[in-house]
T-cell receptor, first 114, second 114 residues
Framework: DVKVTQSSRYLVKRTGEKVFLECVQDMDHENMFWYRQDPGLGLRLIYFSYDVKMKEKGDIPEGYSVSREKKERFSLILESASTNQTSMYLC?????????????FGQGTRLTVV | EDKVVQSPLSLVVHEGDTVTLNCSYEVTNFRSLLWYKQEKKAPTFLFMLTSSGIEKKSGRLSSILDKKELFSILNITATQTGDSAVYLCAVEAGTYFGNEKLTFGTGTRLTIIP
């Protein structure tokens, strides 16, 4: 089974702090994604990466950055957390080279910025 | 900008009823349409549709895609309380292998009353 693991289920951070959300997948997938999920807005893509050291902006990249130094790990960074970044963050991975190319998701990190 | 619209936003039915969930889309370089079920955790994959008119079935769930009219439906027959969840539609788009990304709808919240 594909496993996508996010480092924390719940985080509480103060405004202005630098926040790291970590995601690790064990299926050698090329593509990795970070989404945030908010009521009424659904899942929105923040950043994605299709290879090591490659990244592309999604629909809402402002206030975020990412790092992919190794194929299995994709980190989301909030440089200076703000209250409007309180949300559920979901990491996903997929491979474009396999029969089933659907994305597999981690369990999510609920981040609260106070 | 890619867009995915789901309807209805929420639906409450009695156990045993049949429901139809709708998903319409406007994307550039369509690759596939995916349905996910989300309960209190990360989305779990239901179906991937790439061809028009071919129904996919899994137990009481079925789905079909119309690439001419740009929509898909998800049917659930003989609903059970365990079907209560948010159902997410996502469209995968990309011009070449490796740069696909998923755009999600806001979801349909389905509640089944015993």
């Amino acid at each position: 089974d594909v496993k996508v693991t996010q480092s924390s289920r719940y985080l509480v951070k103060r405004t202005g702090e630098k926040v790291f959300l970590e995601c690790v997948q064990d299926m050698d997938h090329e593509n990795m994604f970070w989404y945030r999920q908010d009521p009424g807005l659904g899942l929105r893509l923040i950043y994605f990466s299709y290879d090591v050291k490659m990244k592309e902006k999604g629909d809402i990249p402002e206030g975020y950055s990412v790092s992919r130094e190794k194929k299995e790990r994709f980190s989301l960074i909030l440089e200076s957390a703000s209250t409007n970044q309180t949300s559920m963050y979901l990491c996903a991975s997929s491979s474009p080279y396999r029969v089933n190319t659907e994305a597999f998701f981690g369990q999510g990190t609920r981040l609260t910025v106070v | 900008e890619d867009k995915v619209v789901q309807s209805p936003l929420s639906l409450v039915v009695h156990e045993g009823d049949t429901v139809t969930l709708n998903c319409s889309y406007e994307v550039t370089n369509f690759r596939s349409l995916l349905w996910y079920k989300q309960e209190k955790k990360a989305p779990t994959f239901l179906f991937m549709l790439t061809s028009s008119g071919i129904e996919k079935k899994s137990g009481r769930l079925s789905s079909i895609l119309d690439k001419k009219e740009l929509f898909s439906i998800l049917n659930i027959t003989a609903t059970q309380t365990g079907d209560s969840a948010v159902y997410l539609c996502a469209v995968e788009a990309g011009t070449y292998f490796g740069n696909e990304k998923l755009t999600f709808g806001t979801g349909t919240r389905l509640t089944i009353i015993p």
